[in-house]
């Protein structure tokens, strides 16, 4: 995995392992990779994995069991929610940009269609 | 948290010349720091005074050891294999540190071994830069200490050599056990530091930790770096 070097890493392990939950890499109730073990395959350090995972076990998304290791909740609105969490952050980026370009809302959302219906065309 | 490391007012000078100067740093356990700095800042002397290899001013403990005679005890440095003549072979350096250090461990570097693809039969003449560098990590990590010491382990290798040295670094350093990296190009390992100490000027110029430099300045540790050496020039 290839890391921002101007962003947190914990946050970019935070990131990375929200993407593999919403797109079901990680399935609700899966055991996550050990410790050591994901730093290895994401080349990072064994403390950054740790925070990272330290923060999302406080959030809920994942659960931390005794002896056992680290997996994804079974509560599967958490799940949800994070995914809504997600797509609204990106859409605030777009969002502000466009905004910043003197775009109205409607303005906004007609853009947003009509780049929607361009991709499409592109992809048949 | 306990301090695998602890230097106070350490100062070294080699022919009336002042290599560091009034040095203070403390590392805590279970850590990946870097150590930054220009060729000729004093990384090597300073991995040399906390080996015991260069005596110097001030005070250094190791694992609470102020005892220089302990230091070699408690730390694990490879220094480039100057010791040994080019035409040994890398087994004879391994039957050397089994030897001399009870806290070597036969069957990790067996593995260390397997995992850099080393070829114990070849003489160190024989052995390409990353080749030496791999043998130089394995003889390192194969023994069970506190501290580790790599002194630009990077410096002239390939990338697959540079990708490995750094797997094995994160899956052979103990957790409780603190490594030191040094290196003057920070951005191929700048993912895995937890901290990076940055030499200059004869003394420790920074001291951070990697993820705060991100979140507290919005750079990476590469571009804080370079602005420490740009800021040092405009000063003048």
Redesign the interface.
Known sequence: ME?????????QIKTYLYHEMIIGQLAPGDKLPAV?QL??DL??????VQ?ALGEMITEGIIESKRGKGNFVTMDEQRITHLKEQLVMEQLERVYEQLHALNLTDEEIIASLKRYIAQRGQQHD | MTNVLAMEQVSYKRNLKTILQGVDLTLATGKIVGLLGENGAGKTTLMRLITGSAKGQGSIAVCGDTAMAQHKRHVSFTEQLRGFSANTKVERVVNFYRTVYPDFDGQRFEELVTFLQIDTTLKLSALSKGMKEKVIIALTLARQTQLYLLDEPFSGIDSMSRKKIISSILKWKPTDATMVISDHYVSEIAPILDEVVIVKDQAIYAHKLSDEIREDYGIGIEAYYESLYEGGVSHD
């Open positions: 890391f921002d070097d101007k962003v947190p890493i914990y946050y050591r730093a290895v080349t990072v350090n064994v403390n950054t925070r």
